[in-house]
Protein backbone atom coordinates (compact mmCIF):
# COMPACT_ATOMS: atom_id res chain seq x y z
CA UNK A 1 0.00 0.00 0.00
CA UNK A 2 1.25 3.28 -0.83
CA UNK A 3 1.82 5.96 1.84
CA UNK A 4 0.14 9.61 2.62
CA UNK A 5 1.14 11.93 4.72
CA UNK A 6 -2.57 11.87 5.98
CA UNK A 7 -2.24 8.93 7.16
CA UNK A 8 -1.91 7.80 10.77
CA UNK A 9 1.07 9.34 12.37
CA UNK A 10 1.82 10.62 8.78
CA UNK A 11 4.84 8.47 6.25
CA UNK A 12 7.21 11.46 6.76
CA UNK A 13 8.88 13.54 10.03
CA UNK A 14 7.95 16.92 9.83
CA UNK A 15 11.04 17.62 8.46
CA UNK A 16 10.26 16.04 5.19
CA UNK A 17 7.68 18.34 4.95
CA UNK A 18 7.61 20.68 1.98
CA UNK A 19 11.13 20.05 1.46
CA UNK A 20 10.96 19.73 -2.43
CA UNK A 21 11.08 15.69 -2.33
CA UNK A 22 7.83 13.86 -2.13
CA UNK A 23 8.78 11.55 0.52
CA UNK A 24 4.81 10.07 0.24
CA UNK A 25 4.00 8.10 -2.43
CA UNK A 26 0.93 11.00 -3.52
CA UNK A 27 2.69 13.47 -2.71
CA UNK A 28 0.92 15.12 0.05
CA UNK A 29 4.38 15.90 2.10
CA UNK A 30 4.99 18.66 -0.91
CA UNK A 31 1.33 19.81 -1.79
CA UNK A 32 0.34 23.00 -0.26
CA UNK A 33 3.90 23.94 0.18
CA UNK A 34 5.10 27.75 -1.19
CA UNK A 35 8.10 27.86 -3.62
CA UNK A 36 9.19 30.83 -1.66
CA UNK A 37 8.54 28.92 1.62
CA UNK A 38 7.80 32.01 3.54
CA UNK A 39 3.60 30.93 3.95
CA UNK A 40 2.84 31.08 7.61
CA UNK A 41 6.21 32.89 8.58
CA UNK A 42 5.86 35.33 10.87
CA UNK A 43 8.06 38.06 12.56
CA UNK A 44 8.13 39.59 16.08
CA UNK A 45 11.31 42.40 16.54
CA UNK A 46 11.93 43.02 20.07
CA UNK A 47 12.22 46.51 19.63
CA UNK A 48 8.34 45.73 19.58
CA UNK A 49 8.10 48.16 16.33
CA UNK A 50 6.76 47.21 12.75
CA UNK A 51 7.67 44.32 10.74
CA UNK A 52 6.44 42.10 7.90
CA UNK A 53 7.32 39.79 5.62
CA UNK A 54 7.44 41.17 2.13
CA UNK A 55 7.87 40.24 -1.24
CA UNK A 56 10.05 43.56 -2.55
CA UNK A 57 10.21 45.13 -5.62
CA UNK A 58 12.14 47.69 -7.22
CA UNK A 59 11.55 51.04 -5.82
CA UNK A 60 9.66 49.72 -3.17
CA UNK A 61 11.04 50.65 0.43
CA UNK A 62 13.53 49.18 2.31
CA UNK A 63 12.14 50.04 5.90
CA UNK A 64 9.38 51.15 7.05
CA UNK A 65 10.96 54.12 9.43
CA UNK A 66 13.55 55.34 6.35
CA UNK A 67 13.01 56.74 2.69
CA UNK A 68 15.37 54.33 1.24
CA UNK A 69 13.87 52.36 -1.78
CA UNK A 70 15.93 49.50 -3.43
CA UNK A 71 17.86 49.46 -6.78
CA UNK A 72 18.80 45.81 -7.01
CA UNK A 73 17.60 42.86 -5.66
CA UNK A 74 20.54 41.09 -6.51
CA UNK A 75 19.91 36.94 -6.30
CA UNK A 76 16.45 37.63 -4.26
CA UNK A 77 14.14 38.72 -7.22
CA UNK A 78 10.88 37.09 -6.32
CA UNK A 79 12.19 36.43 -3.04
CA UNK A 80 10.32 37.41 0.33
CA UNK A 81 11.99 39.37 3.06
CA UNK A 82 11.71 40.72 6.76
CA UNK A 83 10.53 44.48 6.28
CA UNK A 84 11.71 46.09 9.53
CA UNK A 85 12.96 49.06 11.14
CA UNK A 86 15.83 50.69 10.66
CA UNK A 87 15.83 51.60 14.29
CA UNK A 88 15.82 47.64 14.93
CA UNK A 89 20.04 47.59 14.10
CA UNK A 90 20.77 48.87 17.59
CA UNK A 91 20.25 45.93 19.97
CA UNK A 92 23.68 44.97 20.70
CA UNK A 93 25.16 41.56 19.22
CA UNK A 94 24.63 39.77 22.57
CA UNK A 95 20.64 40.24 22.08
CA UNK A 96 17.83 39.19 20.21
CA UNK A 97 16.72 41.81 17.48
CA UNK A 98 14.09 39.57 15.77
CA UNK A 99 12.24 36.25 16.27
CA UNK A 100 11.14 34.93 13.28
CA UNK A 101 9.23 31.54 13.49
CA UNK A 102 9.12 29.10 10.99
CA UNK A 103 6.15 26.83 10.39
CA UNK A 104 8.43 24.76 7.80
CA UNK A 105 11.87 24.34 6.85
CA UNK A 106 13.39 27.36 6.11
CA UNK A 107 16.91 28.61 4.56
CA UNK A 108 17.40 32.40 5.89
CA UNK A 109 19.77 34.89 5.05
CA UNK A 110 21.26 37.70 6.10
CA UNK A 111 22.42 40.24 3.47
CA UNK A 112 24.88 42.34 4.61
CA UNK A 113 24.94 46.16 3.70
CA UNK A 114 28.83 46.90 4.12
CA UNK A 115 31.94 45.98 5.87
CA UNK A 116 30.48 46.31 9.65
CA UNK A 117 30.77 42.89 11.30
CA UNK A 118 28.61 40.60 12.66
CA UNK A 119 30.56 38.52 14.62
CA UNK A 120 27.45 36.13 15.73
CA UNK A 121 27.38 34.84 12.61
CA UNK A 122 30.45 33.25 11.71
CA UNK A 123 30.19 31.51 15.68
CA UNK A 124 26.75 30.44 15.25
CA UNK A 125 27.59 28.25 11.92
CA UNK A 126 26.54 30.77 9.41
CA UNK A 127 27.83 30.11 5.80
CA UNK A 128 29.31 32.98 3.12
CA UNK A 129 27.82 32.39 -0.34
CA UNK A 130 28.60 33.88 -3.22
CA UNK A 131 25.04 35.08 -3.70
CA UNK A 132 24.52 38.93 -4.98
CA UNK A 133 22.81 40.89 -2.46
CA UNK A 134 20.69 43.94 -2.68
CA UNK A 135 21.59 47.61 -3.34
CA UNK A 136 19.37 50.58 -2.20
CA UNK A 137 19.66 54.34 -1.73
CA UNK A 138 17.91 57.10 0.02
CA UNK A 139 18.03 59.91 2.60
CA UNK A 140 19.73 59.28 5.90
CA UNK A 141 17.75 61.49 8.34
CA UNK A 142 19.36 62.29 11.67
CA UNK A 143 18.96 64.80 14.65
CA UNK A 144 21.58 66.46 13.59
CA UNK A 145 20.26 66.58 9.33
CA UNK A 146 17.16 68.19 10.01
CA UNK A 147 18.41 71.07 11.74
CA UNK A 148 21.42 71.28 9.46
CA UNK A 149 19.78 71.65 6.09
CA UNK A 150 22.08 69.30 4.79
CA UNK A 151 20.60 66.09 3.31
CA UNK A 152 23.09 63.70 1.41
CA UNK A 153 22.18 60.70 -0.42
CA UNK A 154 23.41 57.27 0.72
CA UNK A 155 24.14 54.36 -1.20
CA UNK A 156 24.34 50.72 0.41
CA UNK A 157 25.21 47.27 -0.83
CA UNK A 158 25.71 44.94 -2.58
CA UNK A 159 27.16 43.43 0.24
CA UNK A 160 28.29 39.75 1.64
CA UNK A 161 25.32 37.01 1.84
CA UNK A 162 25.60 34.76 4.64
CA UNK A 163 23.06 31.43 5.11
CA UNK A 164 21.79 29.09 7.39
CA UNK A 165 19.07 26.35 7.29
CA UNK A 166 16.59 25.82 9.74
CA UNK A 167 13.97 23.23 10.71
CA UNK A 168 10.56 24.26 11.41
CA UNK A 169 10.45 26.79 14.82
CA UNK A 170 11.50 30.11 16.13
CA UNK A 171 14.96 31.49 14.83
CA UNK A 172 16.61 34.17 17.05
CA UNK A 173 18.65 36.42 15.05
CA UNK A 174 21.11 38.84 16.99
CA UNK A 175 21.33 42.46 17.17
CA UNK A 176 23.40 44.86 15.10
CA UNK A 177 24.65 46.62 17.46
CA UNK A 178 24.37 50.17 15.67
CA UNK A 179 26.53 49.63 12.90
CA UNK A 180 26.18 51.82 10.28
CA UNK A 181 24.18 49.87 7.63
CA UNK A 182 22.09 46.81 9.03
CA UNK A 183 21.29 43.78 7.60
CA UNK A 184 18.08 42.09 5.46
CA UNK A 185 16.56 39.17 6.55
CA UNK A 186 15.73 37.15 3.35
CA UNK A 187 13.88 33.61 3.33
CA UNK A 188 13.49 30.71 0.90
CA UNK A 189 12.72 27.26 0.63
CA UNK A 190 14.97 24.76 0.81
CA UNK A 191 14.27 23.29 -2.03
CA UNK A 192 14.12 26.50 -4.11
CA UNK A 193 16.89 28.52 -3.13
CA UNK A 194 18.63 31.51 -4.91
Not at 6 to 35: H, R, W, Y
Request: some cysteine; overall charge negative.
Amino acid sequence: PTRRSSDLGGCVPIEGKCNGVNNCADGSDESGCTTTGTAGVTVEPTTGLAASVETPALQSDVFGDRQYTFDSLGSFTGYSYVKMANDDKHIRHSHVQMKVRLPQPTTVYVVKLDDYELPWLQADGWAITALEGVSYHGIRQTRHTDWSGVLEEDHYGPGVVWQKTFTAGTVEMRGNNGGDGSYLIFLANPAHMP
